[in-house]
């Protein structure tokens, strides 16, 4: 089966190298389980569960005839001063699934849009309190945080960032936690958790009566998976309780189950007063975000405006849309009928050790991992950084491996519907994908 669009040129690919792309495409055209086909008809293990958001396994046919039947239900119905009784049930659903008093659930479209309701949120919540000069967010460096301008001066991924000017003023950025003593760690490091002392340093130079929230990812995702070091969540959270400060958690990627437990606030045992949601949240075949913030951050909102006035001025035309809603509702079903994360849980100890193997090769220099999330960092060839990553992205793609890829660092999130054969199968691959960049001709001179 070969199946190419008639014109490749007027597409304009996101995070794509689209003059390459378009000499050299890679296609998907089908999926279904742990499996997808591109257009020459070869099959693909998914190793990163999409882009880490389908733990069901594609093609789920409870999902599917949810969202057919919602559609012809009732397709649209308009957020903005009305519901539909979807909304409210999936909302209570991950009111459910959150620990503590995290129990109200604003939706958007996509983890950029939840990072920057999230942003917004914030800054409400201390204009709510009489503190409207509580206007600085922290973040950290090798932080993702997704494209919209929030998220964006929010991320710390420099080349995210670099070309699109100033971005927004009163950001600061902690270190990430990746020292290098931390070579080689699995899990979190015992050491490092003095780095959350950053923050202490934001509070001590701008005043702790400026800093809206700190945002963190529990484990930065994309840059290649950072776990915290034991004990940094732990220092954030008090020094966040001890000045005003709100703690918000990025759990895009780490949300619904990626390290066992619902989610990775959990796992950490340390709560945020909001965390934001998206992929996972429908099996990642709808597109949908959602912001929960705990009853302080609700109330405090709420009980401000007026009896009969909107009390936030913020919303999406797709916020909790019906299809969604029922796509998240199926996806929750299996997620717990499957008991999936508890599957994840089970899987782990496996797959992190498979991800530490590959420190035997020589080209790999440093291995993580926590959960279902695993990353491997290869010394770049060339002398010119990504060149090995890229060339490894369009490598497995060739045989049979859909893995994620930032620049020379290649990131594993299996779905958690993977059985240990499965999981055999990635590893594989990646170590035969391992052998052939060491072996390539225009790469061994620096390998
Ligand atoms: N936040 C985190 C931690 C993410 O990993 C991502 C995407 O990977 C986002 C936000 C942005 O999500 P989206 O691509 O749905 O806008």
Not at 145 to 167: A, K
Request: some cysteine; aromatic content about 8%.
């Amino acid at each position: 089966m070969t199946l190419k669009p008639n014109s490749l040129e007027e597409l304009w690919m996101p995070f794509t190298a689209n003059k390459h792309f378009k000499q050299e495409p890679r296609l998907f055209v089908a999926a279904k389980g742990v499996y997808l086909k591109n257009h020459r008809g070869e099959t693909l293990i998914d190793g990163c569960s999409g882009l880490y958001c389908i733990p069901a396994g594609h093609g789920r046919r409870e999902i599917a005839d949810a969202v057919h039947k919602q559609l012809l239900e009732l397709d649209y119905s308009p957020p903005f001063q009305f519901g539909h009784p979807l909304q409210f049930e999936v909302a209570r659903r991950i009111a459910a699934l959150a620990p503590g008093d995290l129990d109200y659930v604003f939706f958007a479209n996509s983890g950029s849009e939840a990072v920057d309701s999230a942003m917004k949120i914030a800054l409400q919540y201390h204009r709510a309190k009489g503190q409207p000069q509580r206007t600085r967010f922290v973040c950290r460096e090798k932080a993702y945080h997704g494209v919209n301008f929030g998220g964006t001066s929010l991320s710390g991924m420099v080349r995210n960032r670099e070309t699109f000017g100033p971005l927004l003023a009163g950001i600061s950025h902690m270190r990430h936690t990746r020292p290098p003593e931390h070579k080689f760690v699995m899990g979190q490091a015992d050491t490092g958790a003095d780095l959350a002392d950053d923050l202490q340093r934001n509070v001590d130079l701008y005043g702790a009566d400026t800093i809206a929230a700190v945002f963190i990812e529990p484990i930065a995702g994309s840059i290649g998976i950072l776990p915290p070091p034991k004990g940094y969540l732990q220092k954030i959270r008090e020094t966040c309780d001890k000045h005003g400060i709100l703690m918000i958690y990025d759990e895009v990627i780490t949300g619904f189950g990626r390290l066992g437990e619902n989610f990775a606030c959990q796992t950490f045992g340390v709560n945020p007063d909001m965390m934001t949601l998206a992929k996972a949240i429908t099996n990642g075949v709808i597109p949908m975000g959602a912001v929960v913030a705990n009853d302080k951050v609700y109330r405090t909102i709420t009980d401000a405006g007026p009896a009969k006035g909107i009390e936030l001025m913020h919303g999406y035309t797709w916020s909790g849309n019906p299809a969604a809603c029922a796509a998240s509702l199926a996806a929750l079903e299996i997620y717990k009928s499957e008991d999936l994360f508890a599957r994840a849980k089970k899987m782990t100890p496996y797959f992190l050790e498979q991800i530490a193997s590959l420190r035997e090769f020589g080209i790999v220099t440093d291995t993580r991992g926590i959960g279902l999330l695993g990353a491997v960092d290869f010394e770049p060839a060339d002398g010119k950084p990504g060149l090995r990553g890229y060339e490894m992205l369009q490598d497995l793609f060739n045989n049979g491996l859909l893995a994620r890829i930032t620049y020379d660092t290649l990131i594993l999130a299996p779905q958690f519907v993977c059985e240990q054969t499965h999981i055999d199968e990635i590893f594989d691959k990646t170590r035969a994908a391992i052998r052939r960049t060491m072996n390539r001709p225009q790469l061994r001179a620096v390998s």
